[in-house]
């Protein structure tokens, strides 16, 4: 079954960036849908941006729209999430997966830390 790995995370003060990265080993995901997501500790997963197989088509959550970018470029297999103007509530682990059910096995997320 496919399973995606994600990077990127860290901490960083309120106002500052990262760029998350979801890859696949030994799968394709040109073929995918693919969608980010965050849990919070205490909170369920949520779905905060998403983006077409082609990387056509993107949308995203009215909490981070405008200041997160969801991309993707196929010739590396990768899928980014570039996240601006971080705020402390964007503090989650942040999982990549199918865009669409049923989701594959979730990896283990990347942290994020948004704090002074």
């Known amino acids: 079954q496919l399973q995606l790995v994600e990077s990127g995370g860290g901490l960083v003060q309120p106002g500052g960036s990262l760029r998350l990265s979801c890859v696949a080993s030994r799968y394709t995901l040109a073929y995918y849908a693919i969608g980010w997501f965050r849990q919070a500790p205490g909170k369920e997963r949520e779905g905060v941006s998403c983006?077409?197989?082609?990387?056509?088509?993107?949308k995203y959550a009215d909490s981070v729209k405008g200041r997160f970018t969801i991309s993707r470029d196929n010739t590396k297999n990768t899928v980014y999430l570039q996240m601006n103007s971080l705020k402390p509530e964007d503090t989650a682990v942040y999982y990549c997966?199918?865009?669409?059910?049923?989701?594959?096995?979730w990896g283990q997320g990347t942290q994020v830390t948004v704090s002074s």
């Open positions: 983006i077409t197989s082609k990387g056509d088509n993107t």
């Open positions: 997966n199918s865009r669409y059910l049923p989701f594959w096995t």
